[in-house]
């Protein structure tokens, strides 16, 4: 079976569990992303860009709904969901991890998380983002060590794989989709929201979602309560990449669910 197409941090996490359990994985660099082309071209940065983009990669490898499992974390869960919206009728299976189906919702949640700061690390946020200083070295290395810390990956020496990503994100992309920072949502982005869609896709859906994400642990409960054969798995002393630091938990349940929908069982 097939499982595209996580992030490079997540495809190494997965590596050393998959393989074993005879799960053949695959991972593509999005056009603008890590070593693939980096066109300048802003019309491209779409959401129905890169959902065709993902239906590229499968018809190049002759992937069916016999054994195309879709994953994908965060940004990548947003669109694991916009391509099961277009061409459900391709999958096997379908993973959303940290991930909520609401731009707005989570934009709510990440505030409430960000009012639970001490005050006097708020408003120097603040000051910064005042003046658009998001770039700042004084400003991310506050996010660093006060948000991400936190909230996106929670082990004490991040892997080298984690850091990795982080060199390849594209910040014109990033800003142009979801806004100049976690803080600040914004962008193409700022009013997505498929709540009352995920009725609509029918595949056995699995939602990952962790106690300190970045993303409402909660509402994925929720969103896999709306999904007809949908399940959910809590980790619950992980993060928004709790496939490292909640790693046991993350993987015993993805590579359950897998085995269960091969089996029938979902």
Excluded at 84 to 94: C, H, I, M, R, T
Excluded at 125 to 137: N, V
Excluded at 212 to 232: E, L, N, R, V
């Amino acid at each position: 079976m097939a499982v595209p197409p996580p992030p490079t941090n997540t495809w190494n996490a997965l590596k050393a569990f998959f393989p074993k359990e005879g799960f053949e994985m695959i991972e593509y660099d999005q056009l603008g992303s890590a070593y693939s082309d980096q066109p300048r071209d802003s019309s491209l940065w779409t959401i129905p860009h890169f959902v065709e983009e993902v239906e590229q990669v499968r018809k190049a490898l002759d992937l069916d709904s016999s054994n195309f499992y879709l994953l994908g974390n965060s940004w990548g869960g947003m669109l694991a969901m916009e391509y099961a919206f277009k061409y459900q009728k391709n999958l096997k299976g379908l993973i959303v991890a940290n991930m909520m189906a609401s731009m707005p919702e989570y934009a709510k949640y990440n505030a409430a998380l960000r009012a639970g700061m001490r005050k006097s690390l708020v408003d120097s946020l603040q000051a910064y983002e005042s003046k658009g200083l998001y770039k700042d070295p004084t400003y991310q290395a506050l996010v660093f060590s006060e948000y991400y810390t936190k909230h996106l990956c929670r082990l004490p020496v991040w892997p080298e794989p984690v850091i990795r990503s982080f060199n390849h994100i594209n910040d014109q992309i990033y800003v142009m989709m979801q806004g100049p920072s976690e803080f600040k949502t914004g962008g193409r982005l700022i009013k997505w929201d498929r709540s009352k869609d995920l009725k609509n896709i029918t595949v056995p859906t699995l939602v990952v979602g962790a106690k300190y994400d970045t993303m409402d642990p909660s509402y994925m409960k929720w969103m896999s309560t709306q999904f007809p054969k949908g399940h959910y798995l809590y980790c619950p002393n992980g993060s928004h990449l709790a496939m490292w630091d909640d790693q046991q938990v993350f993987m015993n349940g993805v590579v359950g669910f897998i085995k269960d929908v091969d089996e029938g069982e979902n």
